[in-house]
């Protein structure tokens, strides 16, 4: 059974700090994903990672960069949180293409709040 | 640019009754369409459709794809109010890095009872 965690489910943090939320999956996958989530928009891309120091930016990465030192962690980071940054941010893990399913497999999401 | 366009947006039924969940996409290089329930944590994988016409069932929930118009239906019967949730439909598509998913919007659905 895959799982994906993350290091928080809520999170409260003040304009400008530095901000760093973290995702671990235990299916050794080499694909790892951060999404936000925002009524009536969806799911959208912010970065993604195919491999260990290997990343992507996605639809959105402005005001975010991310870190991928070991396989199974995927951290998201936010230099200096801005308050259009409060939202749902979600992290996934797959596996390649060509080695099963597209399925993503998703962590419980944490919910921040920039005040 | 990939497309996935979900509807409507939100939607609150009594328990009991029937709901239909509509899927509308416009992907280059088509495989197949997912969807997924999240609650209040992490989306949960429902389904994936590939073929047209073959419906695929989980209790009281149902999906079928139809690759000429270009759209997925979500059927959930005798609704109840654990189905309440977001429903969110994804399509798959690869870039150079990896494997992708294009998200619609989502569904809201609330079941009251």
């Known amino acids: ?115 | 640019e990939d497309k996935v366009v979900q509807s409507p947006l939100s939607l609150v039924v009594h328990e009991g009754d029937t709901v239909t969940l509509n899927c509308s996409y416009e992907v280059t290089n088509f495989r197949s369409l997912l969807w997924y329930k999240q609650e209040k944590k992490a989306p949960t994988f429902l389904f994936m459709l590939t073929s047209s016409g073959i419906e695929k069932k989980s209790g009281r929930l149902s999906s079928i794809l139809d690759k000429k118009e270009l759209f997925s239906i979500l059927n959930i019967t005798a609704t109840q109010t654990g189905d309440s949730a977001i429903y969110l439909c994804a399509a798959p598509y690869i870039n150079n890095a990896g494997n992708m998913l294009t998200f619609g919007g989502g569904t809201r659905l609330m079941v009251k009872p």
């Open chain 1, 1 to 115: 059974d895959v799982k994906v965690t993350q290091s928080s489910r809520y999170l409260v943090k003040r304009t400008g700090e530095k901000v760093f939320l973290e995702c671990v999956q235990d299916m050794d996958h080499e694909n790892m994903f951060w999404y936000r989530q925002d009524p009536g928009l969806g799911l959208r891309l912010i970065y993604f990672s195919y491999d260990v120091k290997m990343k992507e930016k996605g639809d959105i990465p402005e005001g975010y960069s991310v870190s991928r030192e070991k396989k199974e962690r995927f951290s998201l980071i936010l230099e200096s949180a801005s308050t259009n940054q409060t939202s749902m941010y979600l992290c996934a893990s797959s596996r390649p293409p060509g080695q099963g399913a597209d399925e993503q497999y998703f962590g419980p999401g944490t919910r921040l709040t920039v005040t």
